[in-house]
């Protein structure tokens, strides 16, 4: 495998807080790669790892790297020659599960530009925040976007996300009124992203995505039987047809 991407050995843990208490967490792992340098595996192991464009923002013909560097000048921020590291889950045998992408984006100087965090629905949507985090990687933004169907579209999310080095420590606050309604985290371990690092994780946690599709529905199941209302969700926002449309205006 020849590239510099890193994988992180995680433990994703979910806290719902209100109105119910609901609390699970499990063991996966993501991949954290370059956008000009993404792994070239060998042709027997590319099932287990493909990154392609239209799982994320932006036009489905182009690069990721290219939409992101898109997405940045249409709010005013120009990317040339800079590095954008993106955290996620790697498509495995055709599946693809990203709740929450984040692409660390840098000058060519070096200088944080801006962290986007690129949000999936189970409805096939999503939705990017542009965030510019403080020093500790800590920023606030207000919730637009139906993620949820237990929680309606308010409150705001206040996240940390420092960009990873020997480990991984992200974290998302859902702020409601006055109190946390919901904590998700996930913390990790750097592993060298070799053939055999990924092998040895494959086994571990065997078709990751489809399993955490089904570990979402699952738990969703659950919340619905313990009698918490479902929120009406939102017409489909403008910007997030388009980007299934494949029309990068969002």
């Not at 699970?24 to 792994?39: A, E």
């Not at 940390?160 to 919901?182: I, K, M, N, Q, W």
Request: proline fraction near 6%; hydrophobic fraction near 40%; aromatic fraction near 8%.
């Amino acid at each position: 495998m020849v590239s510099a991407a890193v994988m992180y050995e995680c433990v994703l843990r979910h806290m719902r807080m209100m109105p119910v208490r609901h609390d699970f967490r499990y063991r996966t792992y993501q991949w954290l790669v370059d956008l000009d340098d993404l792994p070239r595996l060998p042709a027997l192991l590319r099932p287990l790892a493909r990154f392609e464009a239209r799982d994320h923002l932006g036009d489905p013909r182009a690069t990721i790297r290219s939409n992101v560097d898109s997405f940045l000048s249409r709010h005013g921020i120009d990317l040339a020659g800079g590095r954008v590291l993106m955290l996620a889950n790697a498509r495995v045998f055709g599946h693809h599960l990203n709740p929450l992408t984040l692409f660390w984006c840098r000058h060519a100087d070096g200088t944080p530009a801006a962290v986007i965090a690129e949000v999936h629905n189970t409805y096939r949507e999503r939705h990017c925040y542009l965030l510019l985090p403080d020093h500790t990687g800590r920023a606030e933004i207000v919730k637009d976007f139906y993620v949820s169907p237990f929680f309606p579209v308010d409150g705001a999310y206040l996240l940390r996300a420092p960009e990873p080095d020997g480990r991984l420590a992200v974290s998302v606050v859902l702020r409601r009124g006055d109190g946390t309604a919901f904590v998700a985290s996930l913390r990790g371990r750097r592993r060298t992203a070799r053939t055999a690092t990924l092998v040895r994780l494959a086994l571990r946690y065997p078709w990751v995505t489809l399993l955490a599709s089904a570990r979402i529905r699952l738990h969703g199941v659950r919340l619905y039987l313990r009698g918490l209302p479902v929120q009406s969700r939102p017409s489909a926002r403008v910007d997030v047809r388009r980007e299934r449309s494949g029309n990068d205006d969002q």
